[in-house]
């Protein structure tokens, strides 16, 4: 399975201390070199950027499509690392990508492109048995309290499935 990441799901895995998730559920993930350099630039991602850095999973990848990046760039308003990431899983023909933004998966969506967010990944591996439900309340508190981009609705729905799941 090839999979891609944008870098919000990345640096919410890393805050909730699960970013092995991604190895126990896809095995390697790739990410562009503009979402490797969103997190090794910025100084609030430090600790972040060098957990990505020693990730033996986790792959950079250069784009050579940077007319493609460009257009979506001008067209879409997205910043460089979803652009990279949207362009990267189309050339890639890439089995998922992993993006939180709404705007980014809306354009995403238009291409065709099939689409996971943290939210997904953290239920899907609840439901795979890589993550229990204990672990899932403590992720979506952690994720409340360092204000990621993921609206209180999502969070809500997570645990209210994992709550549905326990009564069966």
Known sequence: ???VSDTTPLI???KVGHLDLLYKYFGEVQIPKAVFDELTSNQRFALEA????KCSYIRIVQIEDDKSVDII???????LGESEAIVLTDNLHADLLLMDEAKGRNVAEQMGLKIMGTIGLLLASYQNGYISSDEIRECVDILRDSGRHIGERYLQLLLDRIDENSKL
């Open 1 to 3: 399975m090839i999979v």
């Open 12 to 14: 919410s895995l890393l």
């Open 50 to 53: 060098e957990e990505i850095k």
């Open 73 to 79: 760039r001008r067209v879409t308003g997205l910043d």
